[in-house]
């Protein structure tokens, strides 16, 4: 959403501070990475990224550190497909998410005007999740390439 907004360790490390956590590398490692990869990461590719890193984090590190992070609101769990629970980093503008049907991959997209306004009177509403579903530019193009190679 934010253009190339990428946060510093120490930002991150503060961040995690105000949430009243221990900045522990791991968990500036695990918000560092939702944060600034803009992949919208699952536990397993964020376990896969940062393995390489810490030779000795476990999973269950990971996780750990994530729920500890959307606990105190710095990370938000985006629920898309059933069971895959994809990470994004909380404090943002809201936004909503196109997910590709093809490769899978979520992109922020703008949250459309007045969806707040258009709720029903009478509900506590603390979550607004926007979700338009589709194919990618990418795939489109590579969709396209395929059948004009099957034309020719
Ligand atoms: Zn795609
Ligand atoms: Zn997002």
Do not use: W
Not at 22 to 41: C, G, M, T, W, Y
């Amino acid at each position: 959403m934010c253009k190339e907004n990428h946060y510093s360790d120490r930002q991150l490390t503060e961040m995690i501070h105000k949430g009243g956590l221990r900045p522990s590398a791991q968990r500036i490692a695990v918000l560092s990475f939702v944060a600034n990869a803009k992949r919208h990461p699952t536990a397993d590719e964020i376990y896969g990224v940062l393995s390489d890193k810490f030779p000795s984090l476990s999973k269950t590190t990971v996780y750990n550190s994530l729920h500890a992070l959307v606990e105190v609101g710095l990370i938000r769990e985006l629920e898309i497909e059933s069971g895959n629970r994809h990470y994004d980093l909380a404090p943002q503008p809201p936004h909503s998410h196109f997910v590709c049907r093809t490769c899978g991959k979520i992109v922020d997209m703008s949250m459309p005007e007045g969806v707040s306004e258009i709720t029903t009177p009478g509900f506590q509403i603390d979550c607004i999740d926007v979700y338009f579903k589709g194919i990618c530019p990418e795939c489109l193009n590579k969709k396209q390439r395929q059948n004009s190679k099957l034309n020719n």
